[in-house]
């Protein structure tokens, strides 16, 4: 796996190194070069298992070699974006978009950063200038826009992917979301769940019939998990996502019955499109994850699974 990963460190080091080549400064010696590279490298591979900060310390090292490079920019700003440094990490892409405005990895870079800081209005405005570059960001729009509680934009955007055949699993998720949010009923908060924490399954579902409410739902999907009765699981939270299609638990839930049912590519699909629905809740998101890390386990595909170690392990260190 550590051979595996290097390898991965080295073909990304190997992009950048293209970059780099027609970045420097002609007045670079050869020697210059060398400890640029040398440096640049290596904050690559500290990136790669999680050491942000001395990553930083090479990139600072290039830097003094070559102050004007896209690149280092660029790494700066991800590594500081990955310690929650948000304000450095927007000065760096900042000074990368000012030498290549067009550029759709820095681009990415910047909507990430706001993402990060709940400013989806901005991130919205260059997701649109991604989009229009390419459209494969689409889905990506849609989803700002939902963050946003822009629904009118949300569904006009999808409409516009369904009339271009752009439509994707993730599309017809969020298409699922506008349709039924309308039909949601809203009801009085329930002042205390713990009230319903001592009644049986059957009861609570006869409560929840009535008052369709989320918080009953859970504590039925709960005691179901308890009682391991996933079958049960998958069927009542498939049936919830018509109601409450932009709860994350609920994908996260029914990927779990499905994992246990032994069905990992329906658990795959339910799981990647519930995971966009995590704002902000690194707990859930970790649970993702761990529930992906299992569907990938159980399909045997290891390039995937190693994906999903590698993120619930930098999650972790990062919190």
Known sequence: MKGNRLHSIFIVGMVFFSILVSAQKATINEDEQLMFQTHFFEALKQKAINNYSKAIENLERCYEIDSTNVAVFFEFSKNYLALKKYFEAEIFINKALAKEPNNNYLLSQKVAILRAQRNFIDAIEIQKKLMDANPKYSDGLVVLYLQNSDLEAAKKLISEIKERGLTTLKTKAYQKYLDTR??????????????????????????????????????????????????????????????????????????????????????????????????????????????????????????????????????????
Not at 196 to 203: A, G, H, M, P
Not at 207 to 217: N, P, T
């Open 182 to 319: 309308a039909k949601v009923i809203i009801h009085k908060k329930l002042t205390e769940v713990d009230d319903y924490k001592t009644t049986d399954i059957d009861s609570l579902k006869k409560i929840y019939v009535e008052k369709k409410e989320f918080k009953i739902l859970k504590e039925i999907l709960l005691k179901e998990v308890t009682e391991e009765k996933f079958k049960q699981v998958y069927l009542d939270s498939k049936a919830a996502l018509d109601l409450f299609p932009a709860q994350p638990y609920l994908y996260k839930i029914n990927g779990l019955a499905l994992n246990k049912l032994g069905k990992y590519n329906e658990a795959v699909d339910v799981l990647t499109i519930g995971i966009d629905f995590v704002i902000d809740d690194i707990k859930m998101e970790a649970e993702f994850y761990m529930q992906l890390i299992i569907s990938y386990e159980g399909l045997n595909k290891e390039k995937e699974l190693l994906k999903y170690k590698q993120k619930l392990q930098e999650l972790r260190q990062r919190n």
